[in-house]
């Protein structure tokens, strides 16, 4: 069985500053690694995956992530956010099944 | 192209009544997927299908029935409403693997609240 944690369920921060959102699964097969963000009132929309490769994926809107398989973290980050960063955002595991993490609230503050 | 499209956007429904939310992909999606969103519970898969005419149940497929009779369709059945079934309800849709199909695409969400 596999499972997402995500560590923090809210995150604030200001504008322009860096931001790091954590997510570690558990997993006892090959796995695939994605971020998903939902701004309010809409579905899920995929940020960035990781399949196989380098380890360091970019996605849209700035965003990167970097699979540690040691750590069996995949953290995302942006180096400066914006207000319409503002959102929530899912970290999301597929092995055997597709789990989602319970999500982060990122409140980006002028 | 539509994507990911679902009907109703909102409901609410008395206890013991009966409804059906509809799903549809434009994309010639294999795999359909029935998820609900509660606060601080993130998505729970209620049920999925991995082709026309099959159906499987997820982690939370109690209260709910699937039908998947069009490969472009996927109806998720409540037979009769209870309050704790007052969630927002996301379908979603992604190629098999096989195809390299591994993220899925998602509608805008169905609000549905049971009194």
């Known amino acids: 069985a596999q499972s997402v944690t995500q560590l923090d369920s809210q995150v604030p921060v200001f504008e322009e500053a860096p931001v790091e959102l954590r997510c570690n699964y558990s997993s006892s097969v090959s796995v695939y690694l994605f971020w998903y963000v939902q701004y309010p009132n809409q579905g899920l929309q995929l940020l960035l995956k990781y399949l196989s490769g380098s380890t360091l994926v970019k996605g849209i809107n700035g965003f990167e992530a970097e699979f540690n398989k040691s750590q069996t973290s995949f953290h995302l980050r942006k180096p400066s956010v914006h207000i319409s960063d503002t959102a929530e955002y899912f970290c999301a595991v597929r092995g055997q099944n597709f789990v989602f993490g319970p999500g982060t609230r990122l409140s980006v503050l002028p | 192209n539509a994507g990911v499209t679902q009907t109703p956007k909102f409901r609410v429904l008395k206890t013991g009544q009966s409804m059906t939310l509809l799903c549809a992909q434009d994309?010639?999606?294999?795999?359909m997927y029935w998820y609900r969103q509660d606060p601080g519970m993130g998505l729970r898969l209620i049920h999925y299908?991995?082709?026309?005419?099959?159906?499987a149940k997820g982690e939370v497929p109690d209260g709910y029935n699937v039908s998947r009779l069009k490969k472009q369709n996927f109806l998720l059945g409540l037979e009769s409403a209870a309050p704790s079934q007052t969630s927002v309800y996301f379908c979603?849709?992604?190629?098999?693997?096989?195809?390299?199909?591994?993220?899925?695409?998602f509608g805008p969400g169905t609000r549905l609240t049971v009194t």
């Open positions: 299908s991995v082709g026309e005419g099959t159906t």
């Open positions: 994309m010639n999606h294999e795999y």
């Open positions: 979603a849709s992604s190629y098999n693997a096989r195809q390299g199909g591994h993220e899925q695409y």
